[in-house]
């Protein structure tokens, strides 16, 4: 938490409270990912939906609902990445 000083690592704003704080493995245990600091990022709950699949109409609704900008969906698509996940275009 300190290492992010408190902040989002996809939008960069400060959270609230600790019920909006989700931690997210960059390469997920099904990809040999551990729980390990290195491979953890702190992400607010509101963005865990736009690191799952989902149909590209589905996400481009959620990055207008929830006001992704470029910077945000740089950051979002290295996680995917990780992830083994498509990129958002």
């Known amino acids: 938490f300190s290492a992010q000083k408190g902040k989002c690592a996809i939008s960069g704003e400060e959270f609230a409270d600790a019920e ?4 997210w493995l960059k390469v997920p245990r099904a990809f040999g ?5 290195k491979n953890m990022v702190l ?6 939906i ?3 699949e989902l149909p590209q109409a589905v996400i481009k609704n959620l990055i207008k609902t929830l006001n992704i900008t470029k910077k945000m969906l740089v ?4 996680l995917r990445e990780q992830a083994n996940l498509s990129a958002i275009i």
């Open 20 to 23: 909006h704080v989700a931690v």
């Open 33 to 37: 990912g551990f729980e390990r600091y």
């Open 43 to 48: 992400i607010h709950k509101k963005y865990l």
């Open 50 to 52: 736009l690191l799952q």
């Open 75 to 78: 950051k979002i698509n290295s």
